[in-house]
């Protein structure tokens, strides 16, 4: 099923192919508190080959906990977040679901960066709880 987004000016736009998605992966770490200018983001992770991004994007890389470049990518016209790519996430990239009607219905599986966790914020229930970002196998 493909999933259509776009960021709040609507000029640029978000097109994923070929992924059928039944989680959610929210963070909490500081740098996403900072992009989205919240307390967290909700996240799908896309194959990049089955992601399209089209509109005036800007992109802003800084080094993540791991000391490795994360790259984000947002409007560059209204400044919303769209997603980030890293070393880390390989042929994959995560997605921000808030610029996606469809993803309000579809579970938190887990949650990374609880050690940020907004105090008022309680853990989601069933989802899986992890310190920071989890190792890689």
Excluded at 12 to 24: A, C, D, L, N
Excluded at 63 to 73: E, F, K, L, Y
Aim: aromatic share 10%; hydrophobic share 30%; glycine share 10%.
């Amino acid at each position: 099923m493909p999933h259509s987004g776009s960021c709040l000016c609507g000029q640029t736009k978000i097109e994923i192919t070929g992924e059928s998605f039944t989680q959610q992966v929210i963070c909490h770490c500081t740098d996403y508190r900072h992009t989205s200018g919240s307390a967290f983001s909700a996240n799908i992770i896309v194959a990049k080959k089955n992601l399209t991004i089209t509109g005036p994007v800007k992109e802003y890389t800084s080094p993540a906990d791991s000391g490795n470049p994360v790259t984000r990518i947002f409007c560059g016209t209204c400044g919303s977040p769209i997603s980030h790519y890293s070393p880390y996430f390989g042929d994959n990239q995560p997605v921000q679901t808030g610029n996606f009607m469809d993803f309000a219905d579809i579970p938190i599986s887990a949650e990374v960066y609880v050690k940020d966790r907004w105090v008022g914020l309680g853990p989601v229930q069933g989802a899986v709880q992890w310190h920071g970002m989890p190792q890689k196998s």
